[in-house]
């Protein structure tokens, strides 16, 4: 059974950082991307950044040169270093692996809140 557990979210003043950790356990195939998404109070969930099967990183625009996703495959751990943070980063973030198949895997979700 596959199991996906994020943490490192917290509290954190704007223009701070936080490191996001995602580690995953179990059996994995067909992988097509793991990511981060997130889903702030009243709005939908969105990606933030995602690497796929073949190494390449995909980063939604309002994260471009501020947030970082890499992965440590010995760990079996994906990272999200986000810098410079803002009021709006404020969400629920979310680990997610996905397969080219039906199979999709989330943790439960992390807290990131961003005061001022």
């Known amino acids: 059974q596959v199991q996906v557990v994020e943490s490192g979210g917290g509290f954190v003043q704007a223009g701070g950082s936080l490191r996001l950790s995602c580690a995953y356990s179990?059996?994995?195939?067909?992988?097509f991307s793991w990511g981060w998404h997130r889903q702030a109070p009243g709005k939908e969930r969105e990606l933030v950044?995602?690497?796929?099967?073949?190494?390449?990183?995909n980063y939604a625009d309002y994260v471009k040169g501020r947030f970082a996703i890499y992965r440590d495959r010995d760990k079996n751990t994906l990272y999200l270093d986000m810098n410079n943070l803002k009021l709006e980063d404020t969400a629920v973030y979310y680990c997610?692996?996905?397969?080219?198949?039906?199979?999709?895997?989330w943790g439960q979700g992390t807290q990131v809140t961003v005061s001022s």
């Open positions: 997610a692996i996905i397969s080219y198949g039906p199979h999709q895997y």
């Open positions: 179990g059996r994995l195939f067909d992988i």
């Open positions: 950044a995602r690497i796929s099967s073949g190494g390449g990183e």
